[in-house]
C-alpha cells in the first residue's frame, strides 16, 4: 500500500472485490466485528487506561491486557471478569479483520456473558480504542497482516496467558472466532490443548470454508471473479510480499489462498457452533451451505444456529443474535453434560 487514503480510493472500481476479500476487510464499512454502529453510552464503555492493567477489573468492566506476540511485538487485549459468580468458564475471543478495537462496544458485545471470564485479544498495533476504519489502516498495519503472522503473536500470547494462570483452577476454555477470527480457532486450539480444556470452538459469522473458497463464491455472487482470479494470478508471480494489492500485501493474498480451515475443523475433536445470517452481504449463504455439507459424519458435535434476515454482525428482525450465542453458551455452562448443541431451555 502506497498511501494511508481510504481503500476506496485506491482499489477503484474493484471495490467490490475489497468487500469479497475474505469476507474480511468491510472496506468502506463498519469493521465486521461490529454488531452495529455503536451508540454514546456504548462507547463509553469503562476500560482502564495504561498503567492500570493490573488492577482488579469490577463486573462490568474491561481492562487493557499487554501480552506478548511474537520478536518483541505486544499484544494490547481486553480482559473482563465474569459478571455474575460463580466463574464456570473462560472466553478467548479472536476478532474480525480490521484495525479497530472492540473497547467502544465491547461491554454490550459481551453482556451475555454472565458466568464467563473474556480475554479479547487484538492483533499488534491495534489500539482496542480505535475506531479506525478498514480503510485507513497504516500502512506498517497493512504490510504486517497476514493471518500466519497473527497466529504466531496469538499463539504466543495464549501462551504466556498460560504461564500467568498456574496454580489457578483450570477452567473449560471456549475459543470464539469473529469472521476473519475464525480462521485460527483449529491451530490455536491445538496449541493451547495441553494448557487448557478446550470445551468448544465458537464461528460468529465465519463461513468454515477455507477462505480461498469463500471468497471465490463471494466474488461470484458481487461478479468480480475475474479480479479474483488476477489476485490468484499475483500470489503464484515472484512479486515480492509486500507488493499491495487491493489493499491488502500479496503476503497476505499468498497466506489466504493456502489456509487450511474446513478440514481442520471438520477432524478436530472440539465440539464446534456456528452461527450465521442469511442476510450476510459478506460470506454468501453458498459458503454456509457447502462447509455444512463438509461437516456431515463429523464425529465431535457441530450444531448452527442460522438466524433468519441477520446480518454479518447477526443483527436482524428477530434482535441481536450475539446475545443468543451467548444465551447457548451460558446454558451450556450451568449443565455441561447436555452438551453444547443441546436446545437451550425456555426462561
Not at 469503562?46 to 492493567?53: D, F, I, S, T
Not at 468454515?208 to 479480479?227: C, H, M, N, T
Not at 493474498?253 to 475443523?265: I, K, S, T, V, Y
Amino acid at each position: 500500500m502506497t498511501s494511508t487514503a481510504p481503500a476506496h480510493a485506491r482499489v477503484g472500481p474493484a471495490l467490490a472485490l475489497c468487500v469479497a476479500a475474505l469476507l474480511l476487510a468491510g472496506c468502506a464499512r463498519p469493521p465486521a466485528f461490529s454488531a452495529a454502529p455503536p451508540a454514546a453510552s456504548v462507547a463509553d464503555v469503562h476500560v482502564r487506561a495504561p498503567g492500570q492493567e493490573g488492577a482488579p477489573a469490577d463486573a462490568t468492566s474491561f481492562m487493557l491486557r499487554p501480552l506478548p506476540g511474537t520478536d518483541g511485538a505486544v499484544l494490547q487485549a481486553l480482559q473482563r471478569a465474569e459478571r455474575t459468580p460463580p466463574l464456570r468458564y473462560r472466553v478467548v475471543v479472536v476478532p474480525g479483520s480490521g484495525c479497530a478495537g472492540l473497547a467502544p462496544i465491547a461491554d454490550r458485545y459481551f453482556a451475555g456473558l454472565l458466568h464467563a471470564q473474556v480475554l479479547v485479544l487484538h492483533k499488534p498495533g491495534v489500539d482496542p480504542r480505535a475506531r479506525t476504519a478498514p480503510g485507513d489502516c497504516t500502512r506498517g498495519f497493512v504490510q504486517q497482516d497476514r493471518l500466519s503472522t497473527w497466529l504466531a503473536h496469538a499463539r504466543a500470547a495464549l501462551r504466556a496467558d498460560a504461564v500467568q494462570r498456574q496454580g489457578e483452577p483450570a477452567l473449560p476454555l471456549v475459543l470464539v472466532g469473529i469472521s476473519e477470527g475464525a480462521e485460527l480457532l483449529p491451530s490455536l486450539a491445538t496449541a493451547v490443548q495441553g494448557t487448557a480444556p478446550v470445551a468448544a470452538l465458537v464461528l460468529l459469522s465465519g463461513s468454515g470454508l477455507d477462505p480461498r473458497e469463500a471468497g471465490a463464491l463471494q466474488a461470484e455472487r458481487l461478479g468480480a471473479s475475474a479480479d479474483w482470479r488476477r489476485i490468484g494470478q499475483a500470489v503464484a508471480s515472484p512479486a515480492p510480499d509486500s507488493q499491495a494489492l487491493q489493499g491488502r500485501s500479496l503476503g497476505y493474498w499468498r497466506d489466504l489462498w493456502a489456509w487450511p480451515l474446513a478440514q481442520p475443523l471438520r477432524d478436530g475433536p472440539w465440539p464446534l457452533l456456528q452461527t450465521w445470517g442469511d442476510a450476510d452481504a459478506l460470506v454468501p449463504p453458498a459458503a454456509y451451505e457447502a462447509f455444512a455439507q463438509r461437516m456431515q459424519g463429523r464425529a465431535a458435535p457441530w450444531c448452527v444456529l442460522r438466524l433468519s434476515g441477520a446480518d454479518h454482525g447477526l443483527q436482524g428482525p428477530a434482535g441481536d443474535g450475539v446475545q443468543r450465542v451467548w444465551a447457548r453458551l451460558e446454558a451450556w455452562a450451568r449443565a455441561p453434560a447436555r452438551g453444547l448443541c443441546a436446545p437451550v431451555p425456555a426462561p
